[in-house]
């Protein structure tokens, strides 16, 4: 049989699914470690957590005031986007 030179397109699995082909159309093999899972690690590991409640602990009332700012907000917002119906509208004529 002939031999074939098949190629793959970017983004296909490659080196028995240990890698992806790049546009290049070379095998790059597939980091584990990469940065979303180092971001992943680091902001959500049990001492990350652990921390965020001992700051939430510590600064109960920034929390608060968080909370409270978060409903103006949405509520300014609310405001700013509801329709203004023309029946609502007074307008005196003198």
């Not at 959500?44 to 939430?56: N, P, Q, R, T, V």
Request: glycine share 8%; aromatic share 12%; hydrophobic share 45%.
């Amino acid at each position: 049989m002939k031999d074939l030179d098949l190629k793959q397109f970017p983004g296909a699995p490659c080196d028995n699914f240990n890698g992806y082909c790049d546009v290049f159309l070379k095998c790059r093999a597939v980091d584990a470690d990469g940065p979303l899972s180092r971001l992943k690690d680091k902001f959500f590991s049990k001492e990350a957590i652990l921390g965020y409640f001992e700051w939430i602990k510590q600064h109960w009332w920034a929390v608060v005031l968080m909370g409270l700012g978060l409903i103006l907000l949405m509520a300014g917002g609310l405001r700013a986007n509801w329709p203004v119906r023309p029946e609502l509208i007074s307008v005196s004529v003198t």
